[in-house]
């Protein structure tokens, strides 16, 4: 069913689109985003960018809230294995570049399918459960005080939704059975944190939304310490208007404070034809964009956990590096030299709805 409000919702994004596409080279307009979010508005960050004075100023700008992008995960801080010291050395400079700014730090993430297969690889019984929570100890431990919340477990579903990844992490201790030890550790080691489990594509995929929330409400029956949904909302911005709301919305009967984790929306075509003009892929991008951030917005305030962006400028995406770069895509608030997309009109204009 077509939200109505969210059609109505995308007419000035698609003015801002306007804008851009008949003025060209019109400078976009975007409040400070910081300034007008309902909620910590927040971006990744790698250590690297503390010495980019552009990143730093653009950060301060914007945002209250940092997520590190890759140095706070199992490859970088136990890159040297189980019998070197794990490597906190990036991560407490994030924490201390936070700390001097007035910033929060989000921590990123404790247990992840996609790593740690090296560390536990021959493992079982007693010597897996070493690993493990010495692990998630060691970590939650060393950041106690210093980060505002975890993504304890991160993309526990299969892409297609059909229920729970098989990791190395399952196999050892059942599908909920992972996810239940790392939150019970977590809690442990850092009792203040807050504690979320984050995946993507919840939007995108209802499917997949749908069997995110039945682990969550099987974790929460089961007395697990979840404290937090995160929903990272990299975005295929051809869905239909109105998914991106249902979703949230049935992610808020929980009750839990809702983390908008790592937003961008990328206006490739995925090596497709494409017959979608420029003027059409900003409209969706913008439309969909505005759509979540009326969405995380219409939450109650003890439910907007922070908002937070996968990097602030385009080349700084995830999407632009390497052989994924096509030179062109636009998924994030700010140009290369920091200057306002009309995502960033799009963000400001759907908190302010
Ligand atoms: O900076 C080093 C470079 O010095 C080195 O030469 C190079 C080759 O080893 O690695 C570079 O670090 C890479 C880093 O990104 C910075 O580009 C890491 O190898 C690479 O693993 C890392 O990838 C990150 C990826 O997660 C895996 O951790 C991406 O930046 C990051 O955007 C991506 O983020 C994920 C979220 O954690 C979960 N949700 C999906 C999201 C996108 O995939």
């Given at each position: 069913?077509?939200?109505?409000?969210?059609?109505?919702?995308?007419?000035?994004?698609?003015?801002?689109?306007?804008?851009?596409?008949?003025?060209?080279?019109?400078?976009?307009?975007?409040?400070?985003?910081?300034?007008?979010?309902?909620?910590?508005?927040?971006?990744?960050?790698?250590?690297?960018?503390?010495?980019?004075?552009?990143?730093?100023?653009?950060?301060?700008?914007?945002?209250?809230?940092?997520?590190?992008?890759?140095?706070?995960?199992?490859?970088?801080?136990?890159?040297?294995?189980?019998?070197?010291?794990?490597?906190?050395?990036?991560?407490?400079?994030?924490?201390?570049?936070a700390q001097a700014n007035g910033m929060a730090v989000h921590g990123h993430t404790l247990i992840w399918y996609s790593q740690g297969g090296d560390?536990?690889?021959?493992?079982?019984?007693?010597?897996?459960?070493?690993?493990?929570?010495?692990?998630?100890?060691?970590?939650?431990?060393?950041?106690?005080?210093?980060?505002?919340?975890?993504?304890?477990?991160?993309?526990?579903?299969?892409?297609?939704?059909?229920?729970?990844?098989?990791?190395?992490?399952?196999?050892?201790?059942?599908?909920?059975?992972?996810?239940?030890?790392?939150?019970?550790?977590?809690?442990?080691?850092?009792?203040?944190?807050?504690?979320?489990?984050?995946?993507?594509?919840l939007e995108n995929t209802p499917r997949k939304g749908a069997e995110f929330l039945r682990l969550v409400e099987r974790?929460?029956?089961?007395?697990?310490?979840?404290?937090?949904?995160?929903?990272?909302?990299?975005?295929?911005?051809?869905?239909?208007?109105?998914?991106?709301?249902?979703?949230?919305?049935?992610?808020?009967?929980?009750?839990?404070?809702?983390?908008?984790?790592?937003?961008?929306?990328?206006?490739?075509?995925?090596?497709?034809?494409?017959?979608?003009?420029?003027?059409?892929?900003?409209?969706?991008?913008?439309?969909?964009?505005?759509?979540?951030?009326?969405?995380?917005?219409?939450?109650?305030?003890?439910?907007?956990?922070?908002?937070?962006?996968?990097?602030?400028?385009?080349?700084?995406?995830?999407?632009?590096?390497?052989?994924?770069?096509?030179?062109?895509?636009?998924?994030?608030?700010?140009?290369?030299?920091?200057?306002?997309?009309?995502?960033?009109?799009?963000?400001?204009?759907?908190?302010?709805?």
């Amino acid at each position: 069913m077509i939200d109505r409000r969210a059609l109505l919702a995308a007419v000035p994004a698609l003015a801002a689109c306007d804008r851009f596409a008949s003025a060209q080279d019109a400078p976009i307009s975007a409040p400070p985003l910081k300034s007008v979010s309902p909620a910590p508005f927040g971006t990744c960050i790698q250590a690297g960018h503390i010495d980019d004075p552009a990143w730093v100023a653009l950060a301060r700008a914007n945002v209250s809230q940092l997520t590190p992008e890759w140095e706070m995960k199992m490859e970088y801080i136990a890159a040297d294995g189980l019998n070197a010291p794990y490597r906190f050395d990036r991560t407490d400079r994030i924490v201390d570049f936070a700390q001097a700014n007035g910033m929060a730090v989000h921590g990123h993430t404790l247990i992840w399918y996609s790593q740690g297969g090296d560390l536990v690889a021959g493992l079982s019984g007693a010597e897996f459960d070493r690993v493990f929570d010495d692990y998630v100890a060691t970590v939650a431990g060393h950041y106690r005080g210093k980060v505002r919340s975890w993504d304890v477990v991160n993309e526990p579903i299969t892409d297609d939704g059909e229920g729970m990844r098989d990791c190395h992490w399952s196999r050892e201790y059942g599908a909920d059975g992972y996810v239940l030890r790392a939150f019970e550790k977590a809690k442990a080691a850092d009792p203040e944190a807050v504690l979320f489990l984050n995946d993507y594509n919840l939007e995108n995929t209802p499917r997949k939304g749908a069997e995110f929330l039945r682990l969550v409400e099987r974790l929460l029956k089961a007395g697990c310490p979840l404290e937090g949904i995160g929903t990272q909302a990299h975005l295929d911005i051809e869905i239909p208007p109105g998914q991106i709301t249902s979703f949230i919305r049935e992610a808020a009967r929980f009750g839990l404070p809702i983390h908008v984790s790592e937003l961008d929306a990328s206006l490739r075509s995925e090596g497709r034809i494409d017959l979608r003009s420029d003027r059409e892929r900003l409209a969706q991008q913008t439309g969909r964009v505005r759509e979540l951030a009326v969405a995380f917005a219409d939450l109650p305030e003890r439910q907007r956990f922070a908002f937070s962006i996968w990097g602030l400028r385009d080349t700084d995406s995830w999407l632009r590096q390497g052989d994924k770069d096509d030179g062109k895509d636009s998924p994030l608030p700010f140009t290369a030299s920091g200057a306002a997309n009309p995502m960033a009109a799009a963000i400001a204009s759907g908190f302010q709805a």
